[in-house]
């Protein structure tokens, strides 16, 4: 499971519980114990997909928060250095990932580079620093899509 999705897991299960609790209920209301059964099943499916899509839609960091609560302790991080140096690394990746993510990472390290001296904005990194981030979101999202493993 990659680390964007873990995130997502808390939100989901409550989703997931309270959906079986209120269906349950109505089930049983309707039609005694099999309508109980078949309701909470239906109402944990249920209530786990409308979770994790609105878990999606409400992150207002737009699924780059969870790496704002790890970017620190990443074997890339430079000490000193801050999120606003970080975040638009990992915007980066995103993005790239969404029109070039079916090449490897090495392929495109180049094109990435040059691409990262227009989007850094106030950023203090240079390409080398800001590299390892980039690659962690290629292996997270290829990792979330069931992608080939990017080497580490």
């Known amino acids: 499971m990659s680390t964007l999705e873990k995130r997502h897991i808390p939100h989901t299960a409550v989703c997931a519980l309270l959906g079986g609790v209120v269906v349950g209920a109505l089930g049983l209301l309707f039609g005694n114990s099999p309508g109980l059964v078949i309701a909470v099943v239906v109402g944990v499916a249920a209530g786990a997909l409308i979770g994790s899509r609105l878990t999606e839609r409400a992150d207002p960091r737009d699924s780059v928060g969870h790496f704002e609560d790890i970017y620190t302790s990443m ?6 250095m801050e999120w606003k140096d970080y975040e638009p690394a990992y915007r980066l990746g995103l993005e790239s990932y969404g029109s070039r993510g079916g090449q ?6 180049a094109a990435l580079g040059a691409r990262w001296l227009k989007v850094r904005g106030e ?6 620093q800001a590299r390892g981030a ?10 979330t899509l ?3 493993p ?3």
Do not use: I, P
Not at 134 to 143: L, Q, S, Y
């Open 75 to 80: 074997s890339y991080y430079e000490r000193g």
């Open 134 to 143: 980039v690659k962690h979101v290629w292996r997270d999202m290829d990792e």
């Open 150 to 152: 990017q080497a580490r």
């Open 104 to 109: 490897s990472f090495e392929d495109v390290d």
């Open 146 to 148: 069931h992608r080939k």
């Open 123 to 128: 950023s203090r990194l240079d390409w080398n």
